[in-house]
């Protein structure tokens, strides 16, 4: 079994007729895009959907999920979405699929964010994994050279397959800020960044996750709420 | 003579050979476009420069200014554009032409940026104007739902001639916001703004005007600088 497969599944058995859900993006959240439609089509719930993703929305949408319009919807009953890193304090790293700037908006306008993991994704700190920075294209080198005056390290800018710069479904780009060790200054450091015009949206996200589900090799799931420490 | 006109030719008489200019947007930067060509035509000027709007870089290019490219452009020597309404501590509320984050962007990476305004922008505090907010089109409504919660005023989203939202040269949208008086919490107010996911930036600029140009309806023009009060 694929341990994000065993989670996605355990993950999509929260949402229930009637509610608002918001899809995630990446190889995760299209397990639990696929989950949620097997329960939708054996059960017969009725539910509506936002994806964070023209991927993850066409893939609903091929599953017979109904996307709702951003003007009828207020708020997300629940939202199940994956991580690159979960810190002890749920605070997490996202971006690594490119969909964190919709991803935040969603997270930011939902009541249950189900973060579905394996467990090489919780780490004690985060910062091992490149931190995204969603930038506007407009002399988006130069906001690069004061995101490298600020903190110093190593920025690539994310590229399409062709070598190009990567054109997010918002029209944006991708600069990944590489650390390579604990983020400085977490809790300000959001922030920090959008002082920088140019800056649209980082991948940390804090205060936006209130359930974690791991998923094992074995099948097996642990679900962590936040106060929890991360025990198996 | 139009007052915006004469401060306008004013300020381009900053513009000295080989430097790198940044183009503002709206009625005031045309007048000012206009002036920089001409001075170029007539003294053999080579400079380069940067617009931040596509309206501003076709009337550059038609006057045959020469447009540079972002990766070859580190900073700019001197920017001119206008400004809705100045403060007595040289912030300002911009935006309303809708290139307010081109604006910022190119404002940041200025050494001196000219400010070319009437007698009438200048304000004892900003926010009678509206300010404009950026946002990202996907879930512009919740985005505007949470700034109304934030801030209790009217907010109004910026439409096109077609009465559609209107989309920046950038694919963003602008939320108008209507204080309709002194802006709350000045200081703040940008990073408080931008801690909603969607926001992008902002019409208020702090710390990014360095030279006040103020034209008169007689054609003169008074001239400030930040720290020196507004008298005439």
């Not at 919807?73 to 991580?83: H, L, N, P, W």
């Given at each position: 079994v694929n341990p994000k497969q065993a989670a996605s599944e355990k993950a999509a058995s929260?949402?229930?007729d009637g509610m608002t859900v918001g899809l995630g993006t990446g190889s995760t959240a299209a397990y639990a895009i696929t989950a949620i439609a097997a329960r939708v089509r054996s059960e017969g719930l009725k539910i509506r959907c936002i994806a964070t993703s023209h991927a993850s929305e066409e893939l609903a949408r091929k599953n017979g999920l109904i996307i709702a319009e951003w003007h009828r919807?207020?708020?997300?009953?629940?939202?199940?979405?994956?991580?690159d890193e979960v810190d002890p304090a749920y605070r997490m790293i996202k971006g690594g699929g490119g969909a964190l700037l919709r991803e935040k908006i969603v997270a930011s306008s939902t009541d249950r964010e189900i973060i579905?993991?394996?467990q090489s994704k919780l780490k004690p700190s985060l910062g091992a994994f490149p931190l995204p920075v969603v930038v506007v294209p407009f002399g988006w080198q130069r906001t690069r050279d004061r995101l490298e005056a600020?903190?110093?390290c190593e920025i690539t800018p994310r590229e399409a397959v062709?070598?190009?710069p990567l054109v997010t479904?918002?029209?944006l780009q991708i600069l990944d800020l590489h650390?390579?060790?604990p983020l400085p200054e977490v809790d300000t450091l959001e922030a920090t960044l959008k002082t920088i015009p140019g800056v649209v949206e980082c991948g940390l996200f804090t205060g936006l996750c209130q359930h974690v589900i791991v998923g094992h090799l074995d099948g097996t799931t642990h679900e962590f709420f936040p106060g929890d420490p991360f025990t198996f």
């Open positions: 929260y949402v229930q919807v207020s708020r997300f009953d629940v939202t199940i979405d994956g991580a579905v993991v394996d600020m903190f110093g062709n070598g190009e479904d918002d029209g650390f390579g060790g």
